[in-house]
Nanobody
Framework: VQLQASGGGLVQSGGSLKLLCEAS????????MAWFRQGPGKEREFVGS????????SYADSVKGRFTLSRDKAKNTASLQMTSVKPEDSAVYYC????????????????????WGQGTQVTVSS
């Protein structure tokens, strides 16, 4: 399966942006998935994850209450709704999924994910 992230752009501080992760096949509906981000000169960091059935979600403390993950199984997509964005949210955002299907729970470590989208740039102006 291939993943493609889109929806990035320039947004003012306090604004909103919605990122989309599109998968190339229907196995995506049986995979948990996650969003990571990497700012300039920084390591890739966990943003949030969502269980393959859409019920379980986990967020980094830095985005909790501001970002929301969702998924649409019929469209083989997942979304990251970003609200009240801050300049420190500026980064390249990546969607990722594990190779294994129907995994219980989700992971916060990038090393647990083997399928990655190409990334989409989010820039928040102050």
């Amino acid at each position: 399966v291939q993943l493609q992230a889109s929806g990035g752009g320039l947004v003012q501080s306090g604004g909103s942006l919605k990122l989309l992760c599109e998968a190339s096949d229907t196995t995506f509906s049986m995979r948990s998935m996650a969003w990571f981000r990497q700012g300039p000169g920084k390591e890739r960091e966990f943003v949030g994850s969502i269980h393959w059935n859409g019920d379980g979600q986990s967020y980094a403390d830095s985005v909790k209450g501001r970002f929301t993950l969702s998924r649409d199984k019929a469209k083989n997509t997942a979304s990251l709704q970003m609200t009240s964005v801050k300049p420190e949210d500026s980064a390249v955002y990546y969607c990722a999924a594990p190779n294994r299907l129907l995994i219980a729970g989700t992971e916060h470590l990038a090393s647990k994910y083997t399928l990655w989208g190409q990334g989409t740039q989010v820039t928040v102006s102050s």
